[in-house]
Nanobody
Framework: QVQLVESGGGLVQPGGSLRLSCAASRSILVYQLMGWYRQAPGKQRELVATTTSSGNTNYADSVKGRFTISTDNAKNTVYLQMNSLKPEDTAVYYC?????????WGQGTQVTVSS
């Protein structure tokens, strides 16, 4: 069972940047797919970005060109670099690894984009 801990959220003005981190309790080299999701108040959780063990990435249309997902295998960490943030990016962001049932989720980190 892997534990995931997200960090890096906070309050940022529109146009600003944040980098989220997701630290895993074990090596992430064993996982073929990792991703970031987000859930805004009153909305369903949605996929933001994924990355595969071969380095292929995929992004929601709403974040393409602004967000970048990456990994540091030595640190067992997945990152989400978020640039040009918009108020509609406000949400709780979750790290996810597919697995049995719903897979593995972190506790989430709050991102608020507001002036």
């Amino acid at each position: 069972q892997v534990q995931l801990v997200e960090s890096g959220g906070g309050l940022v003005q529109p146009g600003g940047s944040l980098r989220l981190s997701c630290a895993a309790s074990r090596s992430i080299l064993v996982y073929q797919l990792m991703g970031w999701y987000r859930q805004a108040p009153g909305k369903q959780r949605e996929l933001v970005a994924t990355t595969t063990s071969s380095g292929n990435t995929n992004y929601a249309d709403s974040v393409k060109g602004r967000f970048t997902i990456s990994t540091d295998n030595a640190k067992n960490t997945v990152y989400l670099q978020m640039n040009s943030l918009k108020p509609e990016d406000t949400a709780v962001y979750y790290c996810h690894i597919p697995g049995v049932g719903s897979g593995h989720w972190g506790q989430g980190t709050q991102v608020t984009v507001s002036s």
